[in-house]
């Protein structure tokens, strides 16, 4: 066997490596449309998204996933609120400022914090956070937004702070020396060159942060409380549209009704996280493609 | 016009030890440097010549473990005194490096971003100050009517004159440069050797450079470094005819280096 034929087998086994992973993938969205669509054979796409009412089991059943949806987005952007700052300063910390021991340090635990199972953090929330905020606020319950929040702005941090920090390792030394060599000191240098200059890469990190606080299941279903009504105040309970699936699939007939709104929700589910992940690529590679941007 | 003697010395150097940990990267050099003049810095890789550039605006203070002794005098204020504040210091006296690095932002922005620093805030001024630097750095014809494009679209050649724009912007009173032209065409550095001309009737200029031609086109005073250590300083046309020490004839004329 020559050399090249050689190339050319390597190439191919590498090819139908991509290829299966490519097809599985595939198959996984086509199966979860499959299993999703029928649902509006019962209920149509409006009223499916937009419907107040989701009582899967009734009779008549009522399908509207709107509650969902919101207590999906406003665990998102709450603890999009706490983890963003959060997670941008301390890759800025850890990046730029920390002395050499601390950055080791720091990066272990904000690694550690990325590897705790999302099962303990929910725990974490129900035996700790939510007693001591029905306590504290005197609630009815203490499994509600601010305390999804929280737990899933922990679990947001981390993918902020390593996404972010890595960009702001990007920024070359040259910009930071001539900052200097200006007489600008330290903290103007990050606020008005490092920053700025690694902003693409921070958004990515931003939305990717946002989009596993938006997917993610367990810390939902266990603390943000299951009410699948319109929240009022932080105060409230929610069912977002991860915890609502995995609460209900158990028990729902196959092929039912219940059955394929969930996988509805699941799609519905998978649109918004794929328009996040779309959005961060394109703001890193808007950035890209003109070297460093105007700023 | 102040009085301007041809020996007003501006900056100088007393005994300066520089280490970086425990490696002696300069021994003894004790210099002074003349006001309105270019003094040139020669000698093979690694003799401490960029080091003891970027030791006269405290650049080196930002390197781990990098540790000075002896005084730098400006204008006969130790500038390693514990009291002087390095943000000043580098207001006073501007850098140009090696490899262009304009600021990924625009042309007017990169000029203005030192006087900002100061509170200039004034929109007019900035236009002003704007304007009078890169006539200086002699930019001005190819880039006014684009000031607000990113300075990453600029040449090669193009983003060292902004760069030493953007220096002059801060109206130093020295201005370092670091081998300015080694990253450059011949053109371009053409372009830069005469606007080093043109600068001296103003500023005061220190440049390292590898290219001894450059250091006998440009410079009227220039210093021979080897390991660490200043082995000639004597005006430039001395240097390059009749050096005083065998090795910087040896050097020179490229017996080593």
Request: hydrophobic share 45%; proline share 5%; with cysteine.
């Given at each position: 066997m020559t050399r090249h034929q050689k190339e050319i087998i390597i190439k191919n086994v590498f090819f139908i490596l991509s290829l299966v992973s490519i097809l599985v993938l595939g198959l996984i969205v086509v199966f979860l449309f499959r299993e999703g669509l029928p649902v509006f054979r019962e209920v149509s796409l409006r009223d499916f998204i937009f419907g107040m009412e989701w009582y899967p089991t009734y009779s008549p059943p009522s399908y509207g996933i709107w509650p969902l949806i919101v207590g999906s987005l406003i665990v998102t952007i709450f603890s999009s609120l706490i983890a963003v700052p959060l997670g941008v300063l301390s890759a800025v910390y850890i990046s730029e400022i920390a002395p050499p021991a601390i950055k080791e340090i720091l990066k272990s635990i904000i690694e550690l914090l990325a590897g705790l199972p999302s099962v303990v953090l929910g725990f974490f929330g129900m035996v700790i956070v939510a007693p001591w905020l029905q306590e504290t606020f005197d609630l009815p319950t203490g499994l509600n937004i601010i305390n999804a929040s929280v737990i899933l702005a922990v679990m947001a941090v981390p993918t902020i702070s390593s996404i972010s920090e890595d960009a702001l390792y990007a920024v070359p030394n040259e910009f930071k020396e001539a900052s200097y060599a200006l007489g600008a000191t330290k903290f103007e240098t990050i606020a008005r060159i490092i920053v700025p200059a690694a902003l693409s890469g921070i958004s990515t990190a931003v939305i990717l942060g946002m989009a596993r606080a938006i997917g993610e299941t367990m810390v939902v279903l266990m603390v943000a409380g299951g009410a699948a009504a319109i929240p009022e105040s932080i105060f409230d309970s929610v069912r977002p549209m991860p915890a609502s699936i995995a609460a209900e699939m158990g028990e729902a007939?196959?092929?039912?009704g219940h059955y394929h709104a969930l996988f509805a929700t699941g799609i519905v589910l998978f649109l918004m996280t794929l328009a996040f992940n779309l959005v961060a690529d394109y703001i890193s590679q808007k950035f890209k493609e003109v070297g460093s941007a105007t700023l | 016009m102040e009085n301007n003697h041809l020996d007003t010395e501006i900056i100088k150097t007393k005994d300066v030890n520089f280490y970086y940990g425990a490696f002696k990267a300069l021994t003894d050099i004790t210099m002074n440097f003349e006001k309105r003049k270019v003094t040139a810095l020669i000698g093979p890789s690694g003799c401490g010549k960029s080091t003891l550039l970027r030791l006269l605006n405290r650049?080196?203070?930002?390197?781990?473990?990098a540790r000075v002794e002896g005084e730098v005098l400006f204008e006969g204020m130790n500038i390693y005194d514990p009291e002087v504040d390095p943000v000043e210091v580098r207001r006073r006296i501007g850098m140009v490096f090696q490899k262009p690095n304009p600021f990924p932002k625009s042309i007017f922005n990169n000029i203005t971003y030192g006087p900002r620093l100061t509170g200039t805030a004034n929109k007019s001024d900035l236009e002003a100050l704007a304007e009078q630097s890169l006539k200086q750095a002699v930019l001005w014809d190819e880039v006014k009517d684009i000031l607000?494009?990113?300075?990453?679209?600029?040449?090669g050649g193009q983003q060292q004159r902004l760069c030493i724009a953007r220096a002059l912007a801060m109206k130093p009173d020295i201005l370092l440069m670091d081998e300015p032209t080694s990253a450059l065409d011949p053109i371009s550095t053409a372009k830069i050797e005469e606007l080093i001309d043109e600068l001296k009737k103003s500023y005061t200029i220190i440049i390292v450079t590898h290219n001894m031609q450059q250091a006998a086109r440009i410079s009227d005073k220039t210093g021979f470094f080897y390991i660490g250590k200043l082995i000639e300083y004597n005006a430039t046309e001395k240097i390059f005819t009749n050096p005083d020490v065998k090795q910087t004839e040896d050097y020179i004329t490229g017996r080593f280096g």
């Amino acid at each position: 066997m020559t050399r090249h034929q050689k190339e050319i087998i390597i190439k191919n086994v590498f090819f139908i490596l991509s290829l299966v992973s490519i097809l599985v993938l595939g198959l996984i969205v086509v199966f979860l449309f499959r299993e999703g669509l029928p649902v509006f054979r019962e209920v149509s796409l409006r009223d499916f998204i937009f419907g107040m009412e989701w009582y899967p089991t009734y009779s008549p059943p009522s399908y509207g996933i709107w509650p969902l949806i919101v207590g999906s987005l406003i665990v998102t952007i709450f603890s999009s609120l706490i983890a963003v700052p959060l997670g941008v300063l301390s890759a800025v910390y850890i990046s730029e400022i920390a002395p050499p021991a601390i950055k080791e340090i720091l990066k272990s635990i904000i690694e550690l914090l990325a590897g705790l199972p999302s099962v303990v953090l929910g725990f974490f929330g129900m035996v700790i956070v939510a007693p001591w905020l029905q306590e504290t606020f005197d609630l009815p319950t203490g499994l509600n937004i601010i305390n999804a929040s929280v737990i899933l702005a922990v679990m947001a941090v981390p993918t902020i702070s390593s996404i972010s920090e890595d960009a702001l390792y990007a920024v070359p030394n040259e910009f930071k020396e001539a900052s200097y060599a200006l007489g600008a000191t330290k903290f103007e240098t990050i606020a008005r060159i490092i920053v700025p200059a690694a902003l693409s890469g921070i958004s990515t990190a931003v939305i990717l942060g946002m989009a596993r606080a938006i997917g993610e299941t367990m810390v939902v279903l266990m603390v943000a409380g299951g009410a699948a009504a319109i929240p009022e105040s932080i105060f409230d309970s929610v069912r977002p549209m991860p915890a609502s699936i995995a609460a209900e699939m158990g028990e729902a007939p196959f092929r039912s009704g219940h059955y394929h709104a969930l996988f509805a929700t699941g799609i519905v589910l998978f649109l918004m996280t794929l328009a996040f992940n779309l959005v961060a690529d394109y703001i890193s590679q808007k950035f890209k493609e003109v070297g460093s941007a105007t700023l | 016009m102040e009085n301007n003697h041809l020996d007003t010395e501006i900056i100088k150097t007393k005994d300066v030890n520089f280490y970086y940990g425990a490696f002696k990267a300069l021994t003894d050099i004790t210099m002074n440097f003349e006001k309105r003049k270019v003094t040139a810095l020669i000698g093979p890789s690694g003799c401490g010549k960029s080091t003891l550039l970027r030791l006269l605006n405290r650049m080196n203070d930002l390197i781990a473990g990098a540790r000075v002794e002896g005084e730098v005098l400006f204008e006969g204020m130790n500038i390693y005194d514990p009291e002087v504040d390095p943000v000043e210091v580098r207001r006073r006296i501007g850098m140009v490096f090696q490899k262009p690095n304009p600021f990924p932002k625009s042309i007017f922005n990169n000029i203005t971003y030192g006087p900002r620093l100061t509170g200039t805030a004034n929109k007019s001024d900035l236009e002003a100050l704007a304007e009078q630097s890169l006539k200086q750095a002699v930019l001005w014809d190819e880039v006014k009517d684009i000031l607000g494009r990113s300075a990453m679209t600029l040449s090669g050649g193009q983003q060292q004159r902004l760069c030493i724009a953007r220096a002059l912007a801060m109206k130093p009173d020295i201005l370092l440069m670091d081998e300015p032209t080694s990253a450059l065409d011949p053109i371009s550095t053409a372009k830069i050797e005469e606007l080093i001309d043109e600068l001296k009737k103003s500023y005061t200029i220190i440049i390292v450079t590898h290219n001894m031609q450059q250091a006998a086109r440009i410079s009227d005073k220039t210093g021979f470094f080897y390991i660490g250590k200043l082995i000639e300083y004597n005006a430039t046309e001395k240097i390059f005819t009749n050096p005083d020490v065998k090795q910087t004839e040896d050097y020179i004329t490229g017996r080593f280096g």
